[in-house]
């Protein structure tokens, strides 16, 4: 749920086609449904070139509201989820080599990914690449390396788990 819903938000205003938009979007929507939560509308899109990016404010604010209903109906690691889901893909707007987001960026989803007790190999790869300062396009591949694994890792957990759901 995280990951598609934070990247539709972001996508929507870079660029990404409504089509795709709308099929992360639905995708999220009905992850949300089955997790007992709903997703608030996509704010509209910045009027000019020099808005202000009303999608990260909206992330934010959004993701908190989730996280909390996650933490209460499902537990602490469904909201570090989430919140590893949003962070990582803040990254691909955010991110630029030697600016403090590396830092703070890694410091979140190393505690993150430590609360929803993930196992390091999932997540170190996209830590490191962040404290080695690389590329915009090595961390956006970082970044969707972590999700396709975490996709893989938590259909292997949802499978073994019965009755639970994941909040991805």
Known sequence: MGSNWS????????GASDDQVATWLAQSRARAEL??????DLPPRPAGDD???ANVEYLFAEGQRLGRE???RHGPDHAAL???????NLLLVLYEPER???????????????RAQLPPELWKPLVSTLADQLSDAA????VFRLHDDMDQFLAGTSQSTR????SR
């Open 7 to 14: 990247l539709a938000t972001l996508a929507r205003d870079r």
């Open 35 to 40: 997790l007992g939560t709903s997703l608030a």
């Open 51 to 53: 808005a202000p990016p």
């Open 70 to 72: 996650l933490a209460t």
């Open 82 to 88: 989430l919140e590893l889901a949003l962070k990582s």
């Open 100 to 114: 403090r987001i590396a830092e703070t960026a890694a410091t979140a989803i190393t505690d993150a990914a430590e």
């Open 139 to 142: 961390v956006q591949q970082a």
């Open 163 to 166: 009755g639970r759901q994941v």
